[in-house]
DNA sequence: AAAGAATGTCACC
DNA sequence: TGGTGACCCTTCTT
């Protein structure tokens, strides 16, 4: 039999024998699903006696449903309105454990996500003394609360025609954010002046992987790119400069076209860190624009590098994290291939790896194994994580990659925020929220949704200093923020289920007109609705009928 | 309304 | 090791 594709969306013919008297299926395709499992795959059915009797005739054609997941009939996998319903013969889609369904899944009823705890470890080694002696006191003892809105209101802003794969905002500029898409294009936003955005398509021709203003010259960008180069961009003429090249001679084939993935900038040695496809890290020196080094493998051969991350307090450590399962500390001063100090094993690749923003001595990575793996303190025992979160975020090749990102504004470095891929059912609507997840314990603190937003959220971003959230959600951006600055409560023991634009939704959808004129297209729920154009694209609805 | 396309990772040979 | 095909709770266009 030919190999069947998960495209295959009739159900399977069988021919099967019938009761002579069996009505005729009214419709082939309104037939209920069958109860009775295998049912219709005996070849004998019973009289009524009990006696196993051949049928031969008449024989009917019916079309039976079975799993588009498995192929099995009895159940079916999908959407069964806004909840979706897991093939019982695959392990969980959240926690990928066998026996139990994502509807049943431990770590989906419960607000902690399946934390795994740390065991307890002796501080006895000299890094970590010098971590509790110099870094420690930066870290308060108590943890304040979190400080989440109760409602917030989003913004919606239209102008990549790909996806998004990257946002970036401004250290300084506050109202200035950064976006890059997998078209190539990257886009400047001034999101309080919507009038005030840039997008420049010429920089690159693929995906955009990873951004950065530079830290010295914060009018300038830096972007790595699938097409094998790293730009320089400068943020108010969008006159670029590519500083390095990897593939010199064009398109030579796929297996020769070289990407980079990972990129991160490191202001105390002037140099930007790049890494490509193939396990490599280039370094470019930002005073002279110019390759500094040879290439040094950092990963698996051939494996994609798809994060770096300079520490924010000791320049000389760099994490890097990528396709080969691993993520890896290095010091920059001993940099050759296997010198690594630590290889943080994963079970999947690993998305992204982030040191926490402000002390630097925690980790967080997010691998394609749906866990969330933080590493305490970076002087102390690597071997295992100190936890392990479960969280959904599967990879799938049409979203952009999901990577948790750290609220840099947090002084106890435990919130984080990441985009979540299975969906919720609310109030009949398949919602995927953005959560806020507080990863000293697992706990989800808030989780916040809006029934416009019908998208998964892979990518997000929280602003270094105003209480603000830029997400990428397929082609759209969304800015939240607080609907009231007075409203601001602070977090409680119980998460915070946010949901933002709800009443405006019907009303919003009556007003579409369908115009796809991009010059005036920024909303804010709750507040007037410009014009009928700019609410056209606030209602990005999916085709499954599900609000 | 439903099909088609775009197209990373992984297991398997 | 490199090629092949299955997998995936997508999203948009035709």
Redesign the pocket.
């Known amino acids: 039999m030919a190999?069947?594709?998960?495209?295959m969306?009739?159900p399977r013919v069988v021919v099967a024998p019938r009761e002579t008297d069996s009505e005729q299926s009214s419709s082939e395709e309104e037939e209920e699903e069958d109860p009775l499992p295998e049912y219709e795959s005996e070849p004998e059915v019973e009289n009524g006696n009990g006696d196993k009797v051949e049928q031969k005739a008449p024989i009917t054609i019916t079309l039976k449903k079975v799993c588009k997941?498995c192929k099995k009939a009895g159940h079916e996998?999908?959407?069964k309105g806004a909840t979706?319903i897991?093939c019982p013969m695959?392990p969980c889609?959240?926690c990928k454990m066998p026996g139990h369904t994502?509807m049943t899944c431990p770590h989906r009823v419960t607000t902690e996500h399946g934390v795994i705890p740390a065991p307890h470890r002796n501080a006895c080694n000299p890094l970590e003394y010098v971590f509790e002696r110099q870094l420690r006191p930066r870290i308060p003892l108590i943890k304040p609360a979190y400080v989440i809105p109760d409602q917030v209101t989003c913004g919606v802003i239209r102008y990549h025609s790909r996806?998004v794969t990257c946002l970036e905002f401004h250290p300084t500029k506050n109202n200035i954010l950064l976006s890059g898409d997998?078209k190539g294009q990257v886009g400047v936003l001034d999101y309080y002046k919507t009038s005030e955005k840039m997008v420049y398509g010429n920089i690159h021709s693929c995906?955009v992987n990873n951004m950065r203003f530079n830290p010295t010259n914060d009018g300038a960008i830096y972007a790595a790119s699938s097409d094998g180069t790293i730009s320089c961009t400068d943020m108010e003429t969008g006159i670029s400069l590519s500083l390095m090249n990897l593939n010199p001679d064009g398109w030579q084939g796929p297996?020769s076209w070289r990407m980079l993935y990972g990129m991160d900038i490191n202001p105390e040695k002037g140099v930007v860190l790049v890494a490509d496809n193939c396990g490599f890290l280039y370094m470019v020196d930002m005073r002279s624009n110019s390759k500094s080094g040879e290439a040094i493998l950092i990963h698996k051969?051939?494996s994609?590098v798809?994060g770096l991350h300079c520490n924010p307090i000791q320049p000389e450590l760099l994490l890097s994290c990528g396709?080969d399962?691993f993520a890896r500390l290095w010091d920059m001063r001993r940099l050759e291939a296997g010198s690594s100090l630590f290889d943080l094993a994963h079970r999947?690749?690993v998305n992204s790896a982030y040191f926490s923003p402000l002390s630097g001595s925690k980790i967080l990575t997010t691998s394609?194994d749906n866990r969330l793996r933080i590493w305490d303190s970076i002087f102390s025992n690597m071997d295992t994580p100190s936890r392990e979160i479960v969280h959904?975020h599967?990879?799938?090749?049409?979203?952009t990659?999901f990577r948790a990102e750290w609220d840099p504004k947090d002084p106890s470095e435990s919130l984080a925020v990441i985009g979540r891929?299975?969906?919720e059912n609310y109030n009949g609507a398949?919602l995927?929220p953005i959560d806020f997840i507080d990863i000293s314990t697992g706990q989800l603190v808030a989780e916040v949704m809006d029934p416009n937003i019908?998208?998964?959220s892979p990518v997000n971003k929280l602003h270094p200093q105003d209480d603000v959230l830029a997400s990428g959600?397929?082609?759209?951006i969304f800015i939240w923020r607080p609907k009231e600055k007075s409203e601001l409560v602070e977090q409680k023991d119980e998460r915070k289920i946010i949901v933002c634009g709800r009443a405006e939704k019907k009303q919003n959808r009556k007003l579409g007109n369908g115009s796809d004129d991009s010059d005036d297209d920024i909303t804010l729920k709750g507040k007037n609705v410009k014009s009928k154009k700019s609410v056209t694209k606030l209602t990005?609805y999916?085709?499954k009928g599900k609000l």
């Open positions: 190999p069947q594709t998960r495209r969306a009739f997941v996998a999908g959407f979706y897991d695959k889609f959240l994502t996806r997998k995906i297996s051969k051939g994609k798809v396709n399962h999947r690749v394609q959904s599967d990879f799938n090749r049409h979203l990659p891929y299975i969906s398949a995927h019908t998208t998964i959600s397929s082609r759209s990005p999916s085709r």
